[in-house]
């Protein structure tokens, strides 16, 4: 156990419909990241946060996905309007010491 | 563009023996070579990490060796276990101030008895 925590574990939603997943980091933890993993493939990166600032984002997060870490603690990933495609693990990170990065145990998503 | 290419895609070893897998890098930028452990269901695990200023970096039965002129580094797992078997991912990050990590496509491991 990292200590990275991330809700749900697994979603299944209808496509078209909002889903939004929660990711708590390790506390003293000021960078959090997101990614996405489909079957067979290594973790994609999405977005970054350093405190409650958005850094980086991916091309991959379309206009249909959100970010937010309001307060700098814990961050949520919406994606509107849920297509087949976005059916994935979505993956949380948080980052130490400089370039660790500690992933939780990731939030399985299907789009039926 | 694929920047982290990983071979080989799955890889049977017999109890005891020495699991290696290797990666191979593009970017010239990338200056942190983690390694990560997968088990189904999971999220990856950090197991070890290198930065190019040095050769080889050993925890446990773990070692990553690094060739920076070849760009290229390999995991070795020592007297490899049945509680080895799992996925493991290469991954790179730049030092251009990007924070991404890159993954290879991972290696399906089995440890057989």
């Known amino acids: 156990d990292t200590g990275v925590s991330q809700d749900p574990r697994h979603k299944i939603t209808k496509r078209g419909q909002n889903v939004t997943f929660r990711c708590d980091p390790i506390?003293?933890?000021?960078?959090l990241y997101w990614y996405r993993q489909t079957l067979g493939q290594g973790p994609e990166f999405l977005t970054y946060?350093?405190?409650?600032?958005?850094?980086?984002k991916s091309r991959l997060l379309s206009d249909r996905f959100s970010a937010e870490r309001p307060k700098g603690s814990f961050s949520t990933l919406e994606i509107q309007r849920t297509e087949q495609g976005d059916s994935a693990m979505y993956l949380c990170a948080s980052g130490g010491q400089i370039n660790e990065q500690f992933f939780g145990p990731g939030t399985r998503l299907t789009v039926l | 563009q694929q920047q982290v290419k990983q071979s080989p895609q799955s890889l049977i070893v017999q109890k005891g023996g020495i699991s290696i897998i290797n990666c191979a890098y593009e970017n010239t930028a990338f200056d942190y070579f983690p390694w990560y452990q997968q088990f189904p269901g999971k999220g990856p695990a950090l197991l070890i990490a290198?930065?190019?200023?040095?050769s080889e970096k050993k925890e446990g039965r773990f070692t990553i060796s690094f060739n920076k002129s070849a760009k290229q580094f390999s995991l070795h797992i020592m007297d490899s276990q049945p509680g080895d078997s799992a996925t493991y991912f290469c991954a790179a990050k730049s030092f251009f101030g990007n924070e991404k990590l890159t993954f290879g496509t991972g290696t399906r491991l089995t440890i057989i008895p």
């Open positions: 946060f350093q405190n409650e600032a958005q850094l980086e």
């Open positions: 290198i930065r190019p200023d040095v």
């Open positions: 506390s003293e933890h000021n960078r």
